[in-house]
């Protein structure tokens, strides 16, 4: 008679063995944990020349002058503009390490300049850039000019006149544009020369290496897989080079759609080559992904922007995804449970991140992540626009219509978009409710996994005691989950120790953005060119049968609308309007 | 070594599959290079997706540490002073 834990070994032959060197929800464990201890090595000895101080002296300027003045004075935004520009990745062996993990560039009208620039093009490119830099550093001195004039009017009043202040605040605003805006002119007026492609050699090579390791203590054929990892590889920067077309780019169109559908063309054309199939590991690359993530579900901006913040992101959103899956299950009875609730979670919680991390956990089908993400993708894309002409055409509060985008929209870098259509103050609190939902992915990757294994799964016969319960749970729960949460709790308590400013400047722009995050990019499109070379139109035409999968992200979408403007006016305009207050002052 | 998902394509060949191939390649040229560039002359679009461009906002990143901004926002909202643990000092 087999027990429960043999019918899991035949359900999940891959993922449940022994040994912890023997299947790859370990060895993505070990692979993660590998580079994120690389990254603490490289870049927690190393850091930027008189950092304390400088983060001491900035917070001392920032405070007296938050105490001086009811409004960010130039001061206080020299003294910030002073700490944010502190990176421990700016720094030695760091910097060297970044530019080998440099993506396929942006780039407009020439392909090439998303991989190469020749010194002359780049001469001539400095050189037209010149005017419209020197009218930049123009406007820029005039505007600083204008704003210190202001300030020093709105002083001269105690900050006691309300029409002073809103000027001084107005006329700081405008320097900031103008500072933003030279910046970007001064970037272009320098111009170098770049080659991508030796730094992209040495890292497919680095990345395979990697990969291979694992493959060997799992008995893979390493041969085999270095053999068809250049493939991979290649459709990945192609994907990476075609999302970084400008237009492409803003409309949202992000690499992993590019990846996926290139992957499917040429599987359900000419087939993916055999030699290359052994390198088709969309869950080695996927789970190794997914536990770099991990580092950066960072709990403690949880509270960044308050109450209202939590309610908005963590009581809503729950209430969303239940509420989809729910009506997914029972009104529209969508034939695959697993294929709901991933619509669910990257439509309520944040697109394609919500919807890796949830697919994996309940172990759904390639096909069925492939269209979550690209329904999600398309639909972003959609509103990114959209929002912001409703939020124009209702004349809605810039701080309301900010929660209400980083509520709603699925991708962080379309509701920052979409933001910065409206206003700053709008960007910065849309951008602030996105990055918290973001951080939510953990708690729904770790309750759907908990769902599928207690609930969905369970062993016939067996009665759900505690005992059972955490049985069930070690039996099924795919493991790769424990280091993903791991790594957040330690990365998280690494955060907390150094407090926010020395855990940006170590852990943020250093550790994470320095080494793990880029590698992590590079996992994630691996794995969705896989599943696009591993997919088939037939399955994939199959699970959008009649519709359903559209109408379950239009109706959940829509509920999602209503409940999170609903509840972002309630937080901040009934319950602490003096958030909003803070907020526009700000 | 562990196989991945089922493969498509497996002994397949012939003129009719590279066809399929470039005329799939061809469309997605086309996609790529004439209809999402016509998308920008749609009514009311061309200066919110130009605003777009003009920011450098990686509009396409779908996670916060991808995109430049979310620190800037981060940083601001921080310095407004209305974290739980602001509030409980405000109070």
């Known amino acids: 008679m ?104 942006r780039w407009s009208d020439n392909p090439a300049d998303s991989f190469f620039l020749s010194k002359e093009r780049a001469e001539a490119a400095s050189a037209a850039a010149k005017a419209r830099h020197e009218s930049a550093r123009e406007k820029l001195a005039s505007a600083h000019t204008a704003a210190r004039t202001a300030e020093a009017a709105a002083a001269t009043a105690g900050f006691k006149d309300t029409a002073l202040n809103d000027q001084a605040r107005a006329a700081i605003g405008e320097w900031r544009k103008a500072r933003e805006a030279e910046s970007r002119a001064r970037g272009a007026a320098n111009t170098r020369s770049y080659n991508l492609v030796p730094g992209l ?11 291979a390791i694992g493959a060997a203590f799992m008995g893979w054929s390493v041969p085999r897989f270095l053999i068809g990892f250049p493939f991979v590889f290649l459709v990945a920067t192609l994907s990476f080079f075609i999302a970084g077309q400008t237009q492409i780019r803003a409309w949202g169109l992000e690499y992993v759609l590019w990846a996926i559908a290139i992957g499917m063309l040429i599987s359900n054309t000419i087939g993916t080559p055999k030699w290359v199939q052994p390198a088709v590991q969309i869950e080695y690359y996927i789970k190794t992904g997914l ?29 969303v995804l239940v509420v989809t899956y729910w009506f997914g299950q029972r009104i529209l009875k969508i034939e695959s449970a697993k294929l709901n609730i991933v619509i669910s979670a990257d439509m309520s919680v944040s697109g394609v991140s919500a919807a890796i991390a949830t697919a994996a956990a309940c ?46 929209i699925d991708a962080t870098g379309a509701v920052v978009a979409a933001g910065a259509l409206i206003s700053p103050t709008a960007m910065y609190v849309a951008a602030t409710i996105k990055m918290i939902q973001n951080i939510m992915i953990g708690a729904i990757a770790f309750g759907v996994a908990a769902y599928w294994a207690t609930v969905m799964e369970r062993t016939p016969g067996v009665k759900l005691t505690v005992g059972a319960a955490l049985r069930e749970i070690w039996l099924r729960f795919p493991k790769f989950i424990i280091g993903f949460i791991v790594a957040s709790i330690v990365f998280s308590i690494m955060l907390g120790a150094m407090g926010p400013d020395k855990g940006r400047v170590m852990i943020e722009q250093g550790v994470l953005a320095g080494l793990a995050d880029g590698l992590r990019t590079w996992f994630f499109a691996l794995a969705f060119v896989s599943i696009g070379l591993a997919a088939n139109f037939r399955d994939l035409g199959h699970l959008l049968k009649g519709g359903k999968p559209v109408i379950l992200y239009v109706c959940g979408q829509t509920f999602n609308l209503a409940l999170t403007l609903f509840m972002a006016w309630l937080m901040f305009f009934v319950v602490f309007p003096w958030v909003t207050e803070r907020l526009m002052a700000s | 070594m562990a196989p991945a998902a089922r493969l498509q394509g497996e002994g397949r060949g012939g003129l009719v599959r590279w066809l399929a191939l470039v005329v799939g390649a061809v469309l997605l ?63």
């Not at chain 1, 050699?201 to 990969?211: A, K, S």
């Not at chain 1, 999600?376 to 929660?403: E, N, Q, W």
């Not at chain 2, 996670?63 to 002073?81: H, I, L, P």
């Open chain 1, 363 to 408: 172990r759904a089908k390639k096909e069925e992540l492939t269209l979550a993400v690209t329904i999600s993708i398309l639909f972003t894309a959609i509103m990114i626009f959209a929002i912001p002409a409703a939020v124009k055409a209702l004349d809605m509060h810039h701080v309301l219509a900010g929660a209400w985008m980083g509520g709603t």
């Open chain 1, 201 to 211: 050699i040495v890292l497919m090579i680095g990345i395979g290496i990697l990969f």
């Open chain 2, 29 to 91: 040229g086309l996609l790529l290079f004439v209809a999402i560039p016509a998308l920008q002359r749609l009514p009311g679009h061309a200066p919110a997706v130009q605003a777009i461009i003009d920011s450098e906002i990686e509009a396409g990143a779908f996670f916060y540490t991808d995109v430049q901004k979310v620190r800037e926002a981060e940083a601001v909202v921080r310095g407004a002073g209305i974290g739980i643990a602001a509030a409980e000092r405000r109070d």
């Open chain 1, 2 to 105: 087999s027990t429960a834990a043999d019918k899991i070994e035949e359900e999940y032959p891959k993922t449940h063995g022994t040994g912890l060197f023997g299947h790859e929800d370990y060895w993505a464990i070990w692979l993660a944990f590998l580079i994120l201890i690389a990254g603490m090595v490289i870049f927690l000895p190393n850091p930027p020349k008189e950092m304390d101080k400088i983060i001491d002296d900035g917070n001392a300027t920032m405070q007296a002058e938050a105490a001086r003045a009811p409004l960010r004075t130039l001061a206080w935004h020299d003294a910030n503009d002073k700490i944010a520009r502190l990176r421990a990745r700016d720094e030695g062996l760091g910097k060297t390490i970044g530019g080998y993990l440099e993506r396929p560039k």
């Open chain 1, 291 to 319: 536990v770099l993530l991990g580092a950066t579900i960072l709990f403690n901006k949880i509270v960044l922007i308050g109450i209202p913040g939590v309610f908005v992101t963590w009581v809503v959103t729950p209430i």
